[in-house]
Every structure is written in structure tokens, then in C-alpha cells.
T-cell receptor
Framework: DGGITQSPKYLFRKEGQNVTLSCEQNLNHDAMYWYRQDPGQGLRLIYYSQIVNDFQKGDIAEGYSVSREKKESFPLTVTSAQKNPTAFYLC??????????????FGPGTRLTVL | AQSVTQLDSQVPVFEEAPVELRCNYSSSVSVYLFWYVQYPNQGLQLLLKYLSGSTLVKGINGFEAEFNKSQTSFHLRKPSVHISDTAEYFCAVRGIQGAQKLVFGQGTRLTINP
């Protein structure tokens, strides 16, 4: 089945530790995205990548880092510099271009809790 | 830049009643518009989208939405809801040019009561 996988589904970490969230897609999409979801605030864009080996900051990139070494993978690292990391993190991908093929498809999410 | 306002944070309705979830947007350029649904502890699933053409868009699960350019709105409707429609609904917008950045509204929690 084609789709986006995120692992793990639940993640617990101690304050001050870095943690990496996995996102893998087999949809052959060029673009990938990371969003953060907090109650009552909708989704906010952290980072996005339109092509391998290139990525851009979104609206709330501080305290996060990403890499895009392979088309299929876009891992997100939540660093100790992120002041309030507890949240639900969603990964998405799309095939860039105008028309009907520009829809973003989402993974199931990772809920990160920092203790 | 774009922004999205979902006018209701929560909407309770009875089963089999009609529902409308309101979405207004702001943009200085032409836009594409989307509605996504999120069930508890899951990712987002696309309900429907407006790219061009007919302003009435039909989606999955019996939902439809109407794009109104003069009122900058994209309200979501369903004529008769079911218990299984209980979820959070997000309206999103992006400009038709440039990077594929989606801007989301704050979400509307739809609760269906028996």
C-alpha cells in the first residue's frame, strides 16, 4: 500500500534531550512537510522540503532541525532549544505542480510528550 | 500571505440534522481551498478541494463546499450527519503560485448527538 508512515506513534522524552521523529513515504512525492498541532491552534508549518537535499523554514522552525538525504525520508529533530515541545507532530507529502496533483497527504502523526 | 478563519470552534448537532461549518479566508492572490477531517489521534484526511471551475465541490462522505469569491468563503455542508462524522474539521488555503505552503484554520470540532 502506498502512503506515509510516521514512527513512533507515541514518544516520551525527558526535558533537555534531543529526539528525532521519523517520516517515510512511498508515494514518489517530491515535497514533504512537518507540522505541529496544538489544541485550538490548528496546524503550523515547521519545515518543508520541495526536493532532495533542500529544505526551508516554515513559520515555527526555532528549536527544530530536518534533513532530506533521500526522497522517501524527511526526519525531524526536536532539539533541547525548543521551549515547549510537547505536541502532536504531523508529516505530509505532495507532488508539486499546479492542477489536481498538488494535494498534501498526511501521515498518522506522532504524539511527543516531554516530561 | 494568506490567512484562514474558522468561525466556530465547536458545533454540536443532532444525528440526521444538516450542518454547515464556516470558513473565511484572506489572500491577495488567487487561491486553492481545502477541507480536511481529523479523527481522534489520527492524521488528516482530505474531504474535498477547490482548484478551479465549478464553485460547488463535492467530496467524500457526503460533504460538499461552495467557493464564494466575493465573500472569500468556503463553507462546508452536509445535509444529514451521522454519528461517525464526529471529528475535527480543518479549512486550509494556499496561493496558486509559488511554494506549496498550506495555511490552516484553527479547526472546528463537530459533535453529533444521538
Amino acid at each position: 500500500d502506498g502512503g506515509i508512515t510516521q514512527s513512533p506513534k507515541y514518544l516520551f522524552r525527558k526535558e533537555g534531550q534531543n529526539v528525532t521523529l521519523s517520516c517515510e513515504q512511498n508515494l514518489n512525492h517530491d515535497a514533504m512537510y512537518w507540522y505541529r498541532q496544538d489544541p485550538g491552534q490548528g496546524l503550523r508549518l515547521i519545515y518543508y522540503s520541495q526536493i532532495v537535499n533542500d529544505f526551508q523554514k516554515g513559520d515555527i522552525a526555532e528549536g527544530y532541525s530536518v534533513s532530506r538525504e533521500k526522497k522517501e525520508s524527511f526526519p525531524l529533530t526536536v532539539t533541547s532549544a525548543q521551549k515547549n515541545p510537547t505536541a502532536f507532530y504531523l508529516c505530509a507529502s505532495s507532488f508539486p505542480g499546479q492542477g489536481t496533483s498538488d494535494t498534501q497527504y498526511f501521515g498518522p502523526g506522532t504524539r511527543l510528550t516531554v516530561l | 500571505a494568506q490567512s484562514v478563519t474558522q468561525l466556530d470552534s465547536q458545533v454540536p448537532v443532532f444525528e440526521e440534522a444538516p450542518v454547515e461549518l464556516r470558513c473565511n479566508y484572506s489572500s491577495s492572490v488567487s487561491v486553492y481551498l481545502f477541507w480536511y477531517v481529523q479523527y481522534p489521534n489520527q492524521g488528516l484526511q482530505l474531504l474535498l478541494k477547490y482548484l478551479s471551475g465549478s464553485t460547488l465541490v463535492k467530496g467524500i462522505n457526503g460533504f460538499e463546499a461552495e467557493f464564494n469569491k466575493s465573500q472569500t468563503s468556503f463553507h462546508l455542508r452536509k445535509p444529514s450527519v451521522h454519528i461517525s462524522d464526529t471529528a475535527e474539521y480543518f479549512c486550509a488555503v494556499r496561493g496558486i503560485q509559488g511554494a506549496q505552503k498550506l495555511v490552516f484554520g484553527q479547526g472546528t470540532r463537530l459533535t453529533i448527538n444521538p
